[in-house]
């Protein structure tokens, strides 16, 4: 009887134990969720300049075993557009900055900005441009991927529809279009010198590349821009192309992110931005990018830590798929450590607790047949008591606990009882 009160007892505690085990999984499952292994960035036009780069990004995320889903939209606006929305499936955005910002969208955080964009503007014809109001009666095509921030720019300066045609086409229809005389000047969208919108045109002697003499009142006027200089001679210095230093006005590429996202995919997306922009280039410096500040919204902490710090220990060693998993495991080994310490302190005593509680148990139960032994009694009742006492007697030999001082009295006492049982049943049967 005692051994299988003690076996229940032990199969509650386990079952007590797994059911906490199990909950803390389940908790820890919710606050701590796995890593999703996909991710969809929207990227603009197709063939745009964000096209590229995502390309880049998704083989530098294909070696981490995270794939990365490219979704063409109708421009920057489009995508922003499809970033706030929950049920777009759009997880990240390539924006050009001042398209907007954390106000307008308190739901999105920046990864930092990733690299400076030119705005080329090109144009061709013996008249020396150094001033967009010099645009008025011309042919002008804008790339539709940077009207939303070279309109402004042209009517502060006066162009419009009205003195000038403006037509609105991609880069490489506007590029053809320049070389073949059926346009006056192109915005081309923003990219690297070595684009392949950028490239042909430098090398046109046709074409020139606007020195655009206004740039520091642009960049004051409009503080998502700066002020870049592409250096004389830098595109080719046997021919000095560009002949002159050259001024260009420049959009901030951004990656922003849902608030939601979770934390290993801006580690990884972080340190992807890392490894692709952060060498030095025609126009910054190296370590120049990604920035850990970014004007327009807040960076995510994920993001900045990394910056700051590098990777965690975890990241540095583990799959990110297996971190969360890691981060678990620690979290309910943590917590093991924090149950099991007190456990080991405390158990001792209350499981001395308990076996003398057993005792104190057995020994009322012997000081009742030790009672009923004063009162006259039958040969059958004599017999009832011994059967008692032989229980009483196993139940306290099965228990560990036998060098405390209430075992051996215990055991004296259950000795003399019987030898007292013996006796009266000895004396009834005579």
Partial sequence: MGIWTQNKYVLRVLVAILGLVASVWLALWYFIPAAPTTLTMAVGFKGGAFDHIAERYRERLASHGLALNVRYTEGVSDSVKLLNDPDSGIDAALLFAGVTNGASAPNLVSLGRINYAPHWIFYR????????????GKRVIINPAVRGVISPLLSL?????????IQVSPGVVASKALVNG????????????????????????????LNVAQADALVRLFPALSRLVLPQGLVDLEKNIPSTDVNLIASANVVVVRKEMHPELIYLLARTLQEVHGNAGVFQKAGEFPTKTDPEFPVADV???????????????LPFWTISYAKRAAAILVAAIAIVIPLLTYTPRLYAWFLKLRL???????????ARIKAGLTVDQVTALQIDLEDIDRAANVLPMRHSDLFFALLMHIRFTRTELVTRLAALRG
């Avoid at 300066?157 to 045609?165: I, L, M, S």
């Fill in 157 to 165: 300066h006066g162009v419009n529809a009205v003195n000038t045609t």
């Fill in 360 to 370: 104190a148990k057995l020994y009322q139960r012997l000081r009742i047949v030790d």
């Fill in 303 to 317: 993001a900045l830590d990394f910056y700051r710090s590098g990777p965690s220990l975890l990241q540095r060693y």
């Fill in 125 to 136: 014809g013996a008249e020396q441009i150094d001033r967009l109001t010099q645009l008025k």
């Fill in 182 to 209: 059926q346009a006056d000047v192109v915005f081309l969208p923003p990219q690297e010198m070595n684009g392949p919108e950028v490239l042909p045109l430098l090398g046109n002697p046709d074409i020139q590349l």
